[in-house]
């Protein structure tokens, strides 16, 4: 297993031109540990992640990809070791980072028995975004035409798209997703695509904003090519740190056997 | 506790409760109403108040849980609260025996405190059920620790309630702890002392208890991970488990 | 897709669209860079206040229970059909005084546990849990939203189990209770509302909720029965010429106060993980 980790957090480089003042790096995790009772759920996890990269997760189920999503989300308390997102150390800061976080996990998070503008605008509320961002991601996620049906007429499929309206709604500095294309068909695929990508297209106000993100994936050969990094989570221990370019898919399958 | 201070502790309990039970059956007069069975008074009341304050300490070492995250303030608390649960059973079983005994009927709801500790009693006959629900352990101290505090924080309040419920139906009938002639107050005092040393002696006997499990468990899980055999695994019990948090 | 940038963040006047239009198309990805510490034009108000956010929380709340008729129908029809099964019970066409007030009470109270068990259960089952914990507001707000909710669903109750409690089973006319007998119901309700989102939230995430519910909650909820019982008893006698005696509603106030204050201390802790 450790063959594998070939990368140390110091030799990733960030992407952004050299510049006097470089930014934080967005994530910083260094001995991350999380238990669940007597089993580890993630132990000992480090990395660094500039802003505005991808980290792309792999892992078979159970490797502890969600818990790693959940502690960068404020929504786990990490139990040793050092996590520290978008400049503020977690726990104690989570306040400060809070509300500048996007989530799509494995539920979506909506209350199927309120419309898709109804749960979108509860949200918006919640985070003091206008009204008008929801009409725009209604629009920008073709729902518009059945924004007014409960959540629980609409199929799995749309649901996802409401939830990914939902998670990219305040327009969120650090973006975390979990197999966000599960349930999605062609067109919303396309649909959804700049909503959840990089970020920083200038013509569209939905993506201005270059985003980190953290991208828990089983389709290695989808999401590959857009990481900055990727991680290998095995039994919640870190199997692999390693830029796309120096992994080969040996690699990778030795993580889900 | 180490051993040793267990053991002068255990030696001290048993030497007060001897100096009680001799008082109390050899010292201290007659009642003039309720004869012999008044001493059960001696018994009955150090329980309730013992009871009491186990139960409110539980609440405060649930308070140092949620503030420290250290499960041995969890730990301490449960077994608190366990300890006060069973002294409090043991203050309705002598609250009934004196009230068959003098009042004729197995139980009375004009006496205050018997009342009281049975609403007691049922609300904190559900704190191992709510253990024993949750599965995560983090997640049960947590939890456990906020039904720790907002039971404890009821206790009194109940207490008063009921009292003033009664206060102006009967007249206390199983007497009061207030004027008592020097004799039974001394063999009072000496009960109580009695009481609470037996309480702290068996709270410190079952906290030795569940950490030196906790040590075994810890030990054995260390000893599955390097050969990993299957490891037989026990029932799950509503006590808490010692897991893994950076102190 | 709108052609004019929409202004992200509901700000006080003046602040709002100015940053967001003023950036000009193109050189915004260097400035929008994420993860410094210089502060964010767009997001001067982010977070909104304990009353907005307590308000967008009840509005939700009120509206899913408007679409679902789960909890008020069901918690008014129960409590006519427990006076029915008292009539039946105690063998009695009229009750008068303790009697009166204590069925009343205990119906209201039964009533209240099926309200308790239903609150959080659709936040629990549809992840609604995460959604608020998420953003970036004062965790107290989903305390004091469940407890208004619960409090109103309580009036509603009570608005239909009173009148039926006075034609079905009371013996005195209701009109001489009326001052008094709100103020008594107002003061339970709000203990009620207070230990029963405390016990609600305490029992939804754990395996047995149903039964946990009210095995914890009726023991709470003792003394505030006491203080309601006693204080109703009066107004609910017969020939009856004073209002509701004032050291019992002191008694509920007190009650509400400080189980009102422990609630608001200790429930954070229910929803981190």
Not at chain 2, 105 to 108: D, G, L, P
Not at chain 3, 39 to 57: F, G, I, K, M, Y
Not at chain 3, 199 to 216: E, F, K, M, N
């Given at each position: 297993?450790?063959?594998?980790?070939?990368?140390?957090?110091?030799?990733?480089?960030t992407?952004?031109?050299?510049?006097?003042?470089a930014?934080?790096?967005?994530?910083?995790?260094?001995?991350?540990?999380?238990h669940?009772?007597?089993?580890?759920?993630?132990?000992?996890?480090?990395?660094?992640?500039?802003?505005?990269q991808?980290?792309?997760?792999?892992?078979?189920?159970?490797?502890?990809?969600?818990?790693?999503?959940?502690?960068?989300?404020?929504?786990?308390?990490?139990?040793?070791?050092?996590?520290r997102?978008?400049?503020?150390?977690?726990?104690?800061?989570?306040?400060?980072?809070?509300?500048?976080?996007?989530?799509?996990?494995?539920?979506?998070?909506?209350?199927?028995?309120?419309?898709?503008?109804?749960?979108?605008?509860?949200?918006?509320?919640?985070?003091?975004?206008?009204?008008?961002?929801?009409?725009?991601?209604?629009?920008?996620?073709?729902?518009?035409?059945?924004?007014?049906?409960?959540?629980?007429?609409?199929s799995?499929?749309?649901?996802?798209?409401?939830a990914?309206?939902?998670?990219?709604?305040?327009?969120?500095?650090l973006?975390?997703?979990?197999?966000?294309?599960?349930?999605?068909?062609?067109?919303?695929?396309?649909?959804?695509?700049?909503?959840?990508?990089?970020?920083?297209?200038?013509?569209?106000?939905?993506?201005?904003?270059i985003?980190?993100?953290?991208?828990?994936?089983?389709?290695?050969?989808?999401?590959?090519?857009?990481?900055?990094?990727?991680?290998?989570?095995?039994?919640g221990?870190?199997?692999?740190?390693?830029?796309?370019?120096?992994?080969?898919?040996?690699?990778?399958?030795?993580?889900?056997? | 506790?180490?051993?040793?201070?267990?053991?002068t502790?255990?030696?001290?309990?048993?030497?007060?409760?001897?100096?009680?039970?001799?008082?109390?059956?050899?010292?201290?007069?007659?009642?003039?109403?309720?004869?012999?069975?008044?001493?059960?008074?001696?018994?009955?009341?150090?329980?309730?108040?013992?009871?009491?304050?186990?139960?409110v300490?539980?609440?405060?070492?649930?308070?140092?849980?949620?503030?420290?995250?250290?499960?041995?303030?969890?730990?301490?608390?449960?077994?608190?609260?366990?300890?006060?649960?069973?002294?409090?059973?043991?203050?309705?079983i002598?609250?009934?025996?004196?009230?068959?005994g003098?009042?004729g009927?197995?139980?009375?709801w004009?006496?205050?405190?018997?009342?009281?500790?049975?609403?007691?009693?049922?609300?904190?006959?559900?704190?191992?059920?709510?253990?024993?629900?949750i599965?995560?352990?983090?997640?049960?101290?947590?939890y456990?620790?906020?039904?720790?505090?907002?039971a404890?924080?009821?206790?009194?309040?109940?207490?008063?309630?009921?009292?003033?419920?009664?206060?102006?139906?009967?007249?206390?009938?199983?007497?009061?702890?207030?004027?008592?002639?020097?004799?039974?107050?001394?063999?009072?005092?000496v009960?109580?002392?009695?009481?609470a040393?037996?309480?702290?002696?068996?709270?410190?006997?079952?906290?030795?208890?569940?950490?030196?499990?906790?040590?075994?468990?810890?030990?054995?899980?260390?000893?599955?991970?390097?050969?990993?055999?299957?490891?037989?695994?026990?029932?799950?019990?509503?006590?808490?488990?010692?897991?893994?948090?950076?102190? | 897709?709108?052609?004019?940038?929409?202004?992200?963040?509901?700000?006080?006047?003046?602040?709002?669209?100015?940053?967001?239009?003023?950036?000009?198309?193109?050189?915004?990805?260097?400035?929008?860079?994420?993860?410094?510490s210089?502060?964010?034009?767009?997001?001067?108000?982010?977070?909104?206040?304990?009353?907005?956010?307590?308000?967008?929380?009840l509005?939700?709340?009120?509206?899913?229970?408007?679409?679902?008729?789960?909890?008020?129908?069901?918690?008014?029809?129960?409590?006519?059909?427990?006076?029915?099964?008292?009539?039946?019970?105690?063998?009695?066409?009229?009750?008068?005084?303790?009697?009166?007030?204590?069925?009343?009470?205990?119906?209201?109270?039964?009533?209240?546990?099926?309200?308790?068990?239903?609150?959080?259960?659709a936040?629990?089952?549809?992840?609604?849990?995460?959604?608020?914990?998420l953003?970036?507001?004062?965790?107290?707000?989903?305390?004091?939203?469940?407890?208004?909710?619960?409090?109103?669903?309580?009036?509603?109750?009570?608005?239909?189990?009173?009148?039926?409690?006075?034609?079905?089973?009371?013996?005195?006319?209701?009109?001489?209770?009326?001052?008094?007998l709100?103020?008594?119901?107002?003061?339970?309700?709000?203990?009620?509302?207070?230990?029963?989102?405390?016990?609600?939230?305490?029992?939804?995430?754990?395996?047995?909720?149903?039964?946990?519910?009210?095995?914890?909650?009726?023991?709470?909820?003792v003394?505030?029965v006491?203080?309601?019982?006693?204080?109703s008893?009066?107004?609910?006698?017969?020939?009856?010429?004073?209002?509701?005696?004032?050291?019992?509603?002191?008694?509920?106030?007190?009650?509400?106060l400080?189980?009102?204050?422990?609630?608001?201390?200790?429930?954070?802790?229910?929803?981190?993980?």
């Open positions: 297993m450790t063959e594998l980790a070939a990368q140390s957090s110091d030799e990733v480089p992407p952004l031109p050299a510049s006097p003042h930014p934080p790096p967005a994530l910083r995790l260094e001995g991350l540990t999380r669940y009772g007597e089993r580890t759920a993630l132990g000992d996890v480090s990395l660094t992640l500039a802003a505005g991808t980290l792309v997760v792999l892992g078979s189920n159970g490797a502890g990809k969600t818990t790693l999503l959940r502690l960068l989300a404020t929504l786990l308390r990490p139990h040793a070791g050092v996590l997102v978008l400049g503020s150390d977690l726990p104690d800061a989570a306040w400060a980072v809070r509300g500048r976080i996007g989530l799509l996990g494995h539920e979506p998070l909506l209350y199927r028995e309120l419309t898709p503008r109804e749960n979108l605008r509860f949200h918006a509320r919640l985070h003091g975004v206008h009204e008008e961002r929801v009409e725009e991601l209604l629009d920008a996620v073709g729902l518009a035409a059945r924004a007014r049906e409960p959540l629980r007429t609409l799995r499929g749309l649901t996802q798209r409401v990914i309206a939902r998670a990219v709604l305040h327009d969120p500095e973006l975390l997703l979990d197999e966000p294309r599960a349930n999605l068909d062609p067109a919303g695929i396309e649909l959804v695509e700049d909503l959840i990508g990089p970020g920083g297209t200038a013509e569209a106000d939905l993506t201005r904003r985003r980190t993100r953290v991208l828990c994936s089983h389709d290695p050969a989808a999401d590959l090519p857009q990481a900055d990094l990727v991680l290998g989570l095995r039994a221990r870190q199997a692999l740190l390693a830029r796309p370019s120096e992994l080969d898919a040996d690699a990778i399958a030795e993580l889900y056997r | 506790m180490p051993a040793k201070s267990l053991r502790l255990s030696i001290a309990t048993v030497a007060v409760m001897a100096l009680a039970l001799a008082l109390v059956f050899f010292y201290a007069p007659l009642e003039a109403e309720q004869g012999f069975l008044q001493k059960i008074f001696y018994v009955h009341v150090p329980l309730a108040i013992v009871a009491l304050c186990g139960f300490v539980g609440g405060l070492f649930a308070i140092q849980y949620l503030r420290t995250r250290d499960p041995r303030w969890d730990l301490r608390s449960y077994v608190t609260i366990h300890m006060s649960l069973i002294f409090a059973v043991g203050t309705l002598s609250g009934s025996i004196w009230a068959k003098s009042w009927h197995w139980w009375v004009s006496e205050p405190t018997l009342v009281s500790f049975l609403i007691v009693f049922l609300l904190y006959a559900t704190y191992q059920p709510l253990r024993f629900a599965e995560d352990p983090e997640r049960q101290a947590r456990a620790a906020v039904f720790a505090i907002t404890g924080a009821f206790v009194p309040m109940n207490f008063i309630a009921v009292r003033l419920s009664t206060a102006y139906l009967h007249p206390r009938v199983l007497g009061s702890t207030s004027n008592l002639p020097p004799q039974m107050a001394l063999t009072f005092l009960s109580l002392v009695a009481i040393l037996l309480f702290a002696t068996l709270c410190s006997y079952e906290l030795l208890a569940k950490r030196t499990r906790w040590q075994l468990r810890a030990l054995r899980r260390r000893l599955a991970d390097e050969y990993p055999l299957s490891a037989p695994r026990r029932g799950r019990s509503a006590a808490p488990a010692h897991y893994e948090v950076s102190a | 897709m709108s052609a004019r940038p929409v202004p992200l963040r509901r700000t006080t006047a003046g602040s709002s669209a100015a940053p967001a239009e003023s950036a000009p198309a193109g050189t915004t990805p260097a400035e929008s860079t994420p993860g410094t210089a502060p964010d034009p767009l997001r001067a108000r982010a977070a909104p206040s304990l009353v907005r956010t307590v308000a967008a929380l509005r939700k709340e009120l509206l899913v229970e408007l679409r679902t008729l789960e909890s008020v129908p069901g918690m008014s029809l129960f409590a006519v059909t427990v006076f029915v099964v008292f009539h039946f019970a105690l063998n009695k066409n009229a009750v008068n005084g303790d009697e009166a007030a204590g069925i009343l009470w205990v119906t209201l109270l039964l009533a209240a546990v099926l309200g308790i068990n239903r609150l959080f259960v936040d629990a089952e549809e992840g609604g849990f995460d959604g608020f914990l953003a970036p507001v004062d965790r107290s707000a989903l305390l004091l939203a469940k407890a208004l909710a619960l409090l109103i669903y309580l009036v509603v109750l009570e608005l239909v189990a009173v009148p039926a409690f006075a034609l079905l089973l009371l013996e005195p006319s209701l009109g001489p209770a009326l001052p008094g709100p103020v008594v119901l107002l003061l339970g309700d709000l203990g009620v509302a207070a230990i029963g989102t405390l016990v609600a939230a305490l029992a939804v995430r754990t395996r047995a909720r149903d039964l946990l519910g009210p095995l914890l909650a009726l023991p709470l909820l003394p505030i006491i203080g309601a019982a006693r204080a008893a009066p107004l609910l006698t017969l020939g009856h010429t004073h209002g509701p005696p004032l050291r019992w509603l002191a008694t509920l106030a007190v009650y509400d400080i189980f009102g204050l422990i609630a608001y201390a200790v429930f954070d802790f229910l929803l981190e993980d």
